[in-house]
């Protein structure tokens, strides 16, 4: 009985050991494909950045210099694009993500027509973001755009501007097509998380006597609320690296009014060929959208508690 068993144990344990080398091949091209494609580039912008390098010549080893100077040269400007790129975060999440919700909520209620709106909607973010940059600039044009022309058949000669090229209009001017440009991908997540709340649930919260306001606030957001998790964290995170409409529209300008990190780093790594800064930039990016996801995670599980 003894040598059985003993026989019974070094087999279960060869089973085990077979088995995990099985799961590790399976597991191999995946992991060598997600290292190769983002922790190895990582590791290479982490280890650039603390180099003064232009890109041809062998770099200077300054530490963490490009970071200071980051932070404290004025003339590069990351503050002013750090600080656009959270204005547009917080549009995104208390204008957007609002306006997207409450899309989804009624569409999930089965309307007549839901697919065709779902349709329209979704249809801007299937368009490529270079040719809205450029659909946006011929409604914003000061002499023929649709807004200025709107602006004064509605008598609002005052109110017209050139939009892109004024200082004080050219932020909002990328603000509002960012917005519209997503709404319709996160309304497509929460429409699909309403479409999955159980029909018995709405039933019986009606007759209860709740109106459609009240099932969708106590019954249906409350179960919603990991997919909103994710579009506040898709939506803070994508403001973070907003790079595409800011180049089509403003290109940074007015007098880098409109700056963000990533035309920052374009900026620093084909123009001013400053290679060790703009690995700096790329890897401040990664950090404030890793330490965005967590805080946004932590705060939606402090609510839940």
């Not at 099985?22 to 922790?39: A, D, R």
């Not at 210099?65 to 980051?70: M, T, V």
């Not at 600080?83 to 204008?95: M, P, Q």
């Not at 209620?109 to 839901?114: I, L, P, Q, V, W």
Request: with cysteine; proline share 3%; hydrophobic share 50%.
């Amino acid at each position: 009985m003894a040598n059985n068993s003993i026989d019974l144990s070094k087999q279960k344990k060869r089973r085990d050991f077979i088995q995990g080398v099985n799961i590790f091949l399976f597991l191999l091209p995946g992991l060598l494909l997600f290292v190769s494609i983002l922790i190895a580039p990582i590791a290479v912008s982490v280890y650039r950045s603390t180099f003064d390098w232009n890109g041809f010549s062998e770099g200077t080893f300054i530490g963490l210099e490009n970071y200071k100077e980051l932070f404290t040269n004025g003339s590069i400007k990351f503050m002013v694009g750090l600080k656009n790129s959270l204005l547009i975060a917080f549009f995104s999440v208390f204008v957007q993500l609002p306006f997207s919700l409450g899309l989804a909520l009624l569409l999930g209620r089965k309307y007549k027509g839901e697919r065709f709106f779902l349709s329209v909607y979704f249809m801007p973010v299937l368009i490529s973001t270079v040719v809205i940059g450029q659909l946006w600039l011929k409604i914003y044009n000061p002499d023929y755009g649709v807004l200025n022309m709107l602006l004064g058949a509605l008598g609002f000669d005052n109110l017209k501007h050139v939009w892109v090229g004024e200082v004080k209009t050219a932020l909002g001017a990328v603000i509002v097509p960012t917005i519209w440009q997503y709404i319709g991908y996160h309304m497509l997540l929460m429409y699909a998380g309403v479409k999955g709340v159980s029909a018995d649930l709405r039933e019986a919260a009606m007759l209860d006597g709740a109106t459609n306001w009240q099932v969708d606030k106590y019954v249906v957001i409350p179960i919603i609320k990991p997919i909103i998790r994710v579009s506040v964290i898709f939506a803070v995170t994508g403001s973070l690296k907003t790079y595409d409409l800011v180049r089509s529209l403003t290109e940074g300008g007015p007098f880098q009014t409109t700056e963000v990190p990533s035309t920052l780093l374009e900026n620093m790594l084909f123009l001013r060929n400053r290679y060790g800064m703009g690995s700096t930039i790329s890897v401040m990016l990664i950090i404030l959208c890793f330490a965005f996801a967590l805080l946004i995670t932590a705060a939606f599980k402090e609510k839940d508690n």
